[in-house]
């Protein structure tokens, strides 16, 4: 199917339509960080800026939003890379237990994140180890294992075998061939298995709230812990400064480029 | 928590008769295992609290304007004063924060702002109730004796608390639907109204649907007598209700949304919406609930450091400022303390300082039920 | 292609890593949890140990989590099919079409996870609910005239759920697709296949991994939520995870908790072992040789 066609005109409008169900809450967000009251009922009374003021000046949520940043960046790191690994292996080698390994890696998933919280914990407090940031970002890394490990499998069996025969038998040592024939092809299922796991680690709630230490806040848990009163506006405007700079960052880096060979052609 | 301490835990442990030899030594053996993986490389990864762990005291409560209000007003000026840093947590729930604690080393938290009476009972029964030295809380004086009363009671005359603010969960009601007449007639009854079918609230907790559904049979809330009279009506209610909410903040975007017409509502949320322009009513009804939180002090906390904190955050200025932001009255008493402009214009408050007009849970009562009567719950609010 | 002997070391060295942190962080703590539902919860909330069988009986027995089980596995299930017929066009769409900024629509996918699941949750409250921007659209256009009341049912759970599940659907999808080679399906159209045929022949067999790992993901996920249906539920609209969070959290009672989620665990993990032997890595990657 090419970019014509009927086919093609459905899919796109498809396309469209579930965008539009999945940008709804997105767009109510935004829209209610501008309200100047505190509740989302439409019509809205008025505009203002006066959350994105106060997000400013709240230190707690801004710190939040950093531990969180770091938090899901350690996270997808680490879990991306011990996830691919473990991939490779099951996708490439033929080895005795398999199977209870491939079971093994979709287990954190299974169970009910509750119950894996307070199972850590009391492991935890069976040998006496106290809370720490490395315990919250191992925590993160293994319910977040999971995801890379199912979407960078799937992607990996579809990569031939023969491309890395080809490399091999053309003189690569299999460091090389890694590097310049397996790691290309499987480049999108590694950025999407780190997307996966930054994201997820940023928006846990439960598993956070177990295992943060004292003084460890992320930005679910600041959230959690004001719905007793009232969710302050300034999520809102957290949220929507969070979706100006995922839209705006890439947009602009690529006029910046598209300036710069620009530049480079005109001299 | 250093090496010297972590290990003097487990000495107490092993003589207090807490675990037997072997297991003492194997977690000594544990424990200096994991203090060797710590130091490693993690150890460069530990947040500074836990290395400069000398003379900190670990505080937990609800997130938001309130805790904003302790840093500032408390936390600062008690660190300034006594160098102790304050290590601020949060949680969403009491329940949940319960769950965290007893998965917890003793000593890990140390005050925490709780809810209730009940859970000051439920504290105590897990054996992490402390004794308040209460020389050193001065300002405890100025804090209304009717609070402080169930707290020794339970404790046998000793606080492992101190009482910090009260509030009612009353009925709101849309006044667009439901007029001051009305609600007044029905009272509770108003939850259960044919009328407002599909329209109607409540909050998912067990101990508020009994109470409610225990007025609406006419019974006394602390000493129920027909039971299946008060599960017919939290089924009816149940029937009638489009939705139970488990938070404030849900509380108020479902009434001020107009999703719903009338709930049971705490008093401080129902206030927030009226500030806000919202038309919603608020009532005791007779034989009303009403409640109070306290500031815990947990077993195993560094008690001086903690009785001074606790001084501090029943300054009157700390006191009020907190109250304004999360509109509940604080448990000063006012014939005391001038509580300033906003706290006597709250529901819930009394001027009297006696709290006489208002009823709590009589927490042996509910403690004793709590097994049964949450767990059936928890079936009849799916439909059994 | 896994042709390996037997006895080598490799894919252990490379599992090394994962296996060690499934083990430590996941393995030991659930043998506590298996240990825990054999105890007892005594009136005060704390524990007796010892071994009995109570919890079992009751979790196994008690036609209460019979039902909320297999309401659990209904709701799972219907979300998981419409998420997978939701968003195979999606991917279908990014794998193939000739903008040049392909992986910044991923990226886009995942904008509705910057605003907290609580938020996002909540923010159907906004939408659909009384006096949401759907009930005020159609009241201002007049096809209605009081609002509809859309919302606290099993229908507005599922699309909370439909809602969070979906990119990792179309995610999956669309790695699995982007790794199809090209020549196949040109080649199965110069053997005389229409656009709709290579499609069903070639792309929809070799893209199954993906869909088979991301329906997976969507029903295991959504089986184990428990915060969509509190805030997007009615009164009894309830999931097996609710129960758990209010054995755990609400009524401390741990040992039925850890039975409950044992009874789930045991469940879900039938599911991948069927996944496994079925349509996994395995079956599919034979397909290939």
């Known amino acids: 199917m090419k970019d014509t066609g009927l086919g093609w005109s459905t899919i796109r409008l498809a396309t469209i339509v579930v965008c539009l169900f999945m940008f709804a809450p997105v767009a109510v967000v935004m829209l209610l960080s501008f309200n100047s009251s505190q509740f989302g009922s439409f019509p809205m009374e008025g505009l203002s800026l006066r959350w994105f003021v106060e997000l400013w000046h709240n230190d707690a949520i801004v710190r939040a939003f950093q531990t969180s940043l770091v938090l899901g960046a350690l996270t997808s790191m680490i879990s991306t890379t011990i996830g691919v690994l473990a991939s490779m292996a099951m996708v490439r080698y033929d080895f005795p237990g398999k199977r209870l390994v491939s079971t093994a890696l979709v287990a954190p998933i299974l169970v009910p994140e509750v119950v894996l919280a307070v199972a850590l914990l009391l492991f935890l407090q069976f040998l006496s180890v106290p809370k720490s940031f490395p315990l919250l970002l191992a925590g993160h890394v293994i319910f977040t294992l999971p995801f890379v490990v199912l979407v960078v499998q799937a992607r990996l069996v579809g990569i031939r075998r023969e491309y890395e025969d080809a490399a091999r038998s053309l003189g690569a040592n299999p460091l090389q061939t890694f590097r310049e024939v397996t790691l290309p092809l499987m480049l999108p299922a590694v950025l999407a298995g780190m997307l996966f796991s930054f994201t997820i680690s940023f928006d846990d709630i439960t598993g956070t709230l177990f295992w943060k230490p004292g003084g460890v806040e992320t930005v679910p848990t600041q959230i959690f812990a004001m719905l007793r009163n009232s969710i302050s506006p300034e999520i809102n405007a957290l949220g929507t400064v969070m979706v100006l700079i995922t839209v705006a960052l890439p947009l602009t880096g690529a006029a910046l480029a598209r300036r710069l060979a620009a530049r480079m052609r005109g001299r | 928590m250093d090496e010297s301490t972590r290990y003097e835990r487990l000495l107490a442990r092993y003589r207090d008769g807490d675990i037997d030899r072997r297991t003492f030594l194997k977690m000594l053996g544990l424990a200096g295992m994991a203090a060797g993986l710590a130091g490693g490389p993690f150890g460069l990864l530990t947040p500074r609290e836990a290395k400069a762990a000398v003379e900190q005291v670990r505080f937990d409560g609800w997130g938001g304007v309130v805790s904003e209000a302790f840093r500032e007003y408390a936390f600062k000026p008690y660190t300034k004063a006594t160098g102790i840093e304050v290590v601020d947590g949060t949680f969403g729930g009491a329940d949940e924060y319960l769950a965290r604690v007893r998965a917890s080393q003793p000593g890990e938290f140390n005050i925490a702002h709780l809810s209730g009476v009940f859970d000051y009972a439920r504290y105590d029964g897990l054996g992490l109730s402390t004794t308040l030295d209460e020389d050193n809380i001065p300002n405890l004086k100025l804090v209304i004796e009717t609070l402080q009363k169930p707290f020794r009671r339970i404790t046998d005359g000793r606080l492992s608390a101190v009482p910090y603010d009260y509030g009612t969960t009353g009925i709101a009601y849309n006044r667009k639907y439901v007029s001051d007449e009305e609600a007044r007639d029905k009272g509770a009854k108003l939850l259960i109204d044919e009328r407002f079918k599909d329209k109607i609230g409540g909050w998912s907790e067990w101990k508020t649907r009994i109470w409610y559904a225990a007025l609406q049979t006419g019974q006394d809330p602390n000493d129920i007598e027909d039971m299946d009279a008060v599960w017919d009506a939290v089924r009816q209610h149940r029937d009638l209700a489009l939705k139970y909410w488990s938070s404030g903040a849900e509380l108020m975007s479902l009434l001020g949304e107009e999703e719903i017409y009338v709930t049971e509502g705490w008093s401080g949320r129902i206030r927030a919406l009226q500030d806000q322009g919202h038309d919603i009513g608020y009532l005791d009804p007779p034989g009303g609930l009403a409640w109070q939180e306290c500031l815990f002090v947990i077993k195993g906390s560094p008690m001086a450091a903690c009785e001074e904190l606790l001084n501090f955050m029943l300054e009157p200025e700390v006191a009020i400022a907190v109250a304004e932001g999360q509109n509940y009255p604080p448990a000063l008493n006012p014939k005391k303390v001038d509580l300033g402009e906003k706290v006597p214009t709250l529901p819930a408050f009394d001027p009297s300082g006696t709290l006489a007009s208002l009823n709590f849970f009589d927490p042996a009562y509910w403690n004793d039920h709590e097994g049964q009567w949450s767990k059936t719950f928890g079936r009849v609010q799916r439909g059994y | ?289």
């Open chain 3, 1 to 289: 292609m896994t042709a390996t002997a037997r006895g080598d070391r490799r894919p252990w060295v490379l599992l090394t890593p994962a296996l060690t942190a499934v083990t430590l962080l996941l393995v030991i703590p659930a043998c506590f949890i298996v240990v825990y539902s054999f105890w007892l919860r005594t009136g005060t909330g704390a524990e007796q140990a010892g071994f009995y069988l109570d919890n079992w009986r009751e979790v196994l027995t008690d036609p209460f989590y019979r039902d909320i089980l297999g309401q659990t596995l209904r709701i799972a299930g219907i979300s998981t099919l419409v998420c997978a017929l939701l968003g195979y066009m999606p991917a279908y769409f990014i794998a193939y079409t000739r903008f040049r900024h392909r992986a910044y629509l991923l990226l886009l996918l995942m904008l509705p996870f910057w605003i907290s699941y609580i938020i996002r949750t909540m923010s159907w409250i906004s939408i659909l609910g009384v006096s949401g921007a759907v009930n005020a659209l159609l009241q201002w256009l007049g096809i209605i005239d009081e609002p509809l009341q859309m919302l606290y049912n099993e229908p507005s759970v599922i699309l909370g759920l439909v809602h969070f599940l979906l990119p990792f659907m179309i995610l999956n999808i669309y790695v699995s697709l982007d790794g199809i080679d090209r020549s196949l399906t040109d080649a199965a159209k110069s053997l005389g296949c229409t656009g709709w045929q290579a499609f069903r022949e070639v792309t929809l067999p070799l893209s199954l991994p993906g869909l088979a790992a991301g329906c997976l993901l969507c029903f295991v996920l959504g089986a184990g939520t428990y915060i969509t249906p509190m805030i997007l539920g009615g009164p009894t609209d309830a999931m097996f995870a609710n129960l758990v969070y209010e054995a755990i959290i609400t009524q401390l009672n741990w040992p039925l908790g850890s039975a409950l989620s044992l009874v789930l665990l045991a469940l879900l993990g039938g599911l991948v072992a069927i996944y496994t032997r079925y349509l996994g890595i395995d079956q599919i990657a034979k397909s290939f040789r």
